[in-house]
């Protein structure tokens, strides 16, 4: 992680969960983290954080709302006068609904693609031309995916078909953009982690109060991926060589079936 010290992250979601723990381990290795939320009380307490405020890094906490488009091009054009760089966008940033395609409202299904799928375009987008407007051709973007984008779990309760959509867009338009990035012969690298059953606030979904509920219970049953595990994976796949370039980890607990 030598060559990342000093440098510039940005990543989105950050006041909890994946997010959060990813703010904490980049500024542990001595990067200059921008972590954007809503809730950009929660970002500022984990920069006051004993780990974080004796870090080598340092965490900058910008209040964001990512469904709005006005509001990404402006942290965009902070870091560009602030930093005059950017090396690393993680676009962590997503949510679910309990929405069966079936009965689920519009305004559900509207934000969760304005927050797992345009939010994270209109991010990769500005990030690729501030990179490349800074000569940064060895840049690495890092798409926080998810098991469901790979598979439609038999075991899945219906209110997650549309969000398992939506990350099925991700990984097309995660190889799209590997794809436009080759043509355009650049070194800025693309890659995905896609875990299985994190132990987030997002988690909720997948659990039910009805004590029945079978998927419920073998949740309840299992020993889930935690924060950390995902933050790993993030580690290898910045501390990958240049002449490597990691697609896509696939991750789950090892209780996990699907």
């Known amino acids: 992680m030598e060559r990342w010290s000093g440098r ?7 006041s909890s969960g994946i997010g959060a723990e990813l703010c904490r381990t980049l500024v542990h290795h001595g990067m200059i983290v921008v972590g954007i939320a809503r809730r950009v009380d929660r970002i500022q307490a984990i920069a006051e954080e004993e780990r974080v405020k ?3 890094g340092k965490l900058v906490a910008i209040k964001c709302d990512v469904t709005q488009e006005s509001e990404l091009l402006s942290v965009f054009e902070k870091i560009r006068k602030t ?38 375009c209109i991010c990769t987008r500005e990030a690729v031309k ?3 407007e800074k000569r940064i051709d060895d840049g690495q973007i890092i798409n926080i995916s998810s098991m469901s984008g790979h598979r439609l779990s038999s075991t899945a309760q219906p209110g997650i078909h549309f969000y398992t959509g939506t990350k099925f867009m991700v990984r097309a338009l995660t190889e799209g953009l590997r794809r436009e990035l080759k043509a355009l012969n ?7 982690v896609s875990p299985g059953l994190v132990e987030t606030e997002a988690i909720d979904i997948f659990r039910s109060k009805d004590p029945v509920e079978k998927a419920a219970d073998a949740i309840s049953a299992m020993k889930i991926l935690q924060v ?31």
């Open 8 to 14: 510039v992250a940005f990543v989105t979601g950050a």
């Open 54 to 56: 004796n870090a080598p």
């Open 83 to 120: 930093f005059g760089r950017l090396d690393v966008l993680i676009n962590n940033a997503g949510l679910s609904h309990n929405s069966p395609l079936l009965s689920g409202t519009t305004a559900e299904f509207k934000n969760m693609l304005d927050v797992n799928v345009l939010a994270l």
């Open 130 to 132: 501030l990179m490349t």
């Open 186 to 192: 650049s070194h800025i690298r693309i890659g995905s």
């Open 228 to 258: 950390q595990d995902i933050a790993e994976s993030v580690l290898h796949i910045l501390r990958s060589p240049q002449h490597v370039e990691v697609h896509d980890i696939m991750i789950r607990c090892y209780d996990q079936k699907t």
